[in-house]
């Protein structure tokens, strides 16, 4: 019964096909336009009815041998039935492609959505389904910067996406690229994932950065999550900060410190501004704070860090206390002054005026 019922829904791809046949091996004729695009046609419905080329092909080949003209040449025949096939073929092709282009186009619109939250909120989640994502839950986002803008489909992106698909399957998880960017969005308890994915990408992106967002709720979770991996990335970039992974959640003092901006302008302008008067500027004292504070104020280790001697880096910081009235080594001071230094990264100054 199966046997039969595949046979009729093959039948139905094959409308006028035999007649076809018959006909070319009276006359020797080829097949006209006409003739050629009723074959396409069939190739087309039978791609958006979701039917396997193989099997139409060899169904194809049973009708050719079922009804295969006796005591007649086969040139012909066979020349029918190559053009019969391929135009077929090329209509199912050409049909599959458009399916594929629509869908990729409908994934784009909907990870664009997903990421600028543009979208009615209840009909992105209903969308979501079909893209492997239950947005009722909370959702991590991970995204990976490099010096080379990447899409889907460079190759970078594949190695990193089927890794991720052979190592996880068909957990709920999404890979995209955004402005360039490698995008992982998963479930928020399976930091296993994003994980995974970081390592993958910074291999793949010879050392690029990875940053990574807090799990958060719903449809607008993403988004948010997406935010604040990307605002990691930038504060890295101002920060100079090396690491190659990096968590928002470790990271929520710096936007807290310029939550309010123009107070943390005004204690960088009150605190560092008297620098501007040292020769060279306040660059070089404001670099001398930054590696004796990163260095856990071990005058050595930042005299290293800078190729100074400890004596050059000692009067460097007795200029910056003569300058500020803040003198670094003292811990009431030293707050103040490491706050400032912190609030003029962020703010880019004193390239930019604040």
Not at 92 to 121: K, T
Not at 268 to 275: A, F, K, Q, Y
Request: hydrophobic residues 45%; proline residues 4%; aromatic residues 6%.
């Amino acid at each position: 019964m199966a046997a039969g019922r595949e046979r009729e829904t093959s039948d139905a791809y094959l409308e006028g096909y035999a007649e076809l046949l018959a006909e070319v091996a009276a006359t020797g004729r080829r097949l006209s336009r006409d003739e050629l695009t009723a074959r396409r046609a069939l190739g087309e419905r039978a791609a958006k009815d979701g039917q396997g080329l193989r099997a139409l092909v060899v169904a194809h080949l049973a009708a050719t041998r079922a009804a295969w003209p006796g005591g007649r040449t086969a040139d012909s025949v066979l020349a029918a039935v190559q053009q019969a096939v391929d135009a077929f073929a090329a209509g199912y092709e050409g049909a599959q492609r458009l399916a594929v282009r629509r869908e990729e186009a409908a994934r784009r619109e909907f990870i664009d959505d997903l990421l600028y939250g543009r979208s009615d909120l209840g009909r992105l989640a209903e969308r979501a389904e079909r893209f492997g994502l239950r947005l009722a839950r909370a959702h991590a986002v991970a995204v990976a910067d490099a010096p080379t803008a990447y899409d889907e489909t460079e190759p970078v992106s594949r190695q990193v996406e089927q890794a991720l698909l052979g190592r996880f399957g068909d957990r709920r998880i999404l890979f995209t690229t955004k402005d360039g960017r490698l995008v992982c969005v998963a479930p928020g308890d399976q930091d296993d994932v994003l994980l995974y994915f970081a390592k993958q990408a910074h291999a793949a992106t010879d050392g690029g950065r990875v940053a990574i967002g807090r799990p958060h709720l719903g449809p607008g979770g993403v988004v948010h999550s997406y935010e604040e991996a990307l605002n990691a990335l930038d504060l890295a970039d101002r920060m100079n900060l090396d690491d190659p992974l990096l968590r928002a959640a470790d990271l929520l003092v710096f936007p807290v410190l310029t939550r309010d901006r123009q107070a943390m302008a005004d204690l960088v302008r009150s605190t560092l501004g008297p620098l501007r008067q040292a020769r060279g500027g306040a660059g070089p004292l404001l670099d001398t704070l930054t590696a004796y504070f990163d260095s856990g104020c071990n005058a050595a280790e930042a005299a290293r860090r800078l190729t100074l001697s400890v004596r050059a880096l000692t009067y460097r910081l007795e200029r910056v206390h003569r300058l500020t009235g803040a003198d670094p080594s003292d811990p009431m001071h030293r707050y103040t002054l490491q706050t400032a230094v912190i609030g003029a990264r962020l703010l880019d100054w004193p390239r930019k005026e604040v």
